[in-house]
């Protein structure tokens, strides 16, 4: 039976059929025809507007030609067929694609090789998920958290490196555990398989604080365990448990090194506050009078401490007098003298009155040559003076 199409309108039928683009050269790599798909790919609205063109006539760039023509040449010049090339191009729009192109010589009948002829498939998608999937497994590989994949049944599918390491297996060493099982404690194996797994094949996911056992030490590796079941897109049923683990080893060491600073920081504050009692102590004789002996050397901090503590005692005990005994302070220069003045207006201020005792010799002879006048405090030379002189005033024998 004749066909009713003629052979030529069939055979443009058919090119125009196929899924890729077909296209033929002569030896020069001039285009002497291709199918439609060919055409609409260059920007052209027929194949018949691609005869007689090169492919620098072609949109394409000056770089992408020149590959062009060599594949060209090579396939020609050595009567050899190449498959599958991958190649990037410039499409009429000036978008990239990339393409799987094949490039077969073209024979006369005797045999000699007349041009080209090429066919290719656009495998921008297939390109762009392989690139993906590249730049996931370079995030996998590099990222500091356990990743991994098992079996429903728990038999490990893969392991990242720094999964490797958190549980002792090695960076590189090709060594896969028979079951999950062996990166846990023993005592932790009833609760992951009673408790965590089931979830996750029930549920479809389970998160929470865990540990690992490190194969190498035996050691606990305290972790923040996540767990997802991936599942069948059809039947939804799990087909592989995958995890992202975070270890926490360094988390609870920062952790304990805080707690340790407040701790630490808690007990100096302490001490500082009973050394500032110690240095500045207030010491109640009887009702009314209290002593406060200064020892050591004294500067604006400690002088501070020691009004504090004075006026707050004479607010508090009711004190009509207070004795300042500076016979243990080895120095008394300017800024102690001036600490004295401002304590005993403060201290009168309240309704009591000063008086201070332990004026040694050569106290009273630095302070005369510094110009402090001390005519406004009662003064005596040592603190059993001042002492009776403070009962007497209130009718009490000492």
Known sequence: MTSPIPPDSLLSLVLNTLPGAIFWKDRNSVYLGCNEIFARDVGLSSPADVVGMTDAELSSTAEQTAIFVQVDQRVME???????????????????????TTKIPLRAADGSVIG?????????GRKNAELDQQRMSAVIENSLDFIGIT???????????AGRLMVGLGETVEITPETVATSFMPEDLDYFATVIWPTVLREGS?????????????APVPIYYTLFAIKDLVTGEPTSIATVTRDLTEQRRLEADRQRTIVQEEIIQAQNMMLAELSTPLIPITEGIVIMP???MMDARRAQQALEALLHGVSTMRTHTAIID??????????????????TQAVKLLGAEVLLTGIRPEVAQTLVGLGVDLGNIQTHSNLQQGIAVA????????
């Open 206 to 218: 389970w998160a929470g604080e865990f540990r690992f056992r490190n194969a190498l030490t035996n």
């Open 391 to 398: 009962l007497r005033r209130y009718g009490r024998d000492f």
């Open 326 to 343: 500076i016979t243990g302070v080895p120095v008394v220069d300017t800024h102690v003298a001036n600490a004295l003045l401002q304590a």
């Open 78 to 100: 050595s009567n050899t067929a190449e498959y599958n090339i991958q190649e990037q191009t410039t499409n009429a729009d000036g978008t990239t694609s990339w393409v799987e």
């Open 151 to 161: 079996t429903v049944d728990g038999k490990p599918l893969y392991i990242n490196p």
């Open 294 to 296: 200064l020892i050591g």
């Open 116 to 124: 080209i002829l090429g066919t290719y498939v656009d495998i921008t």
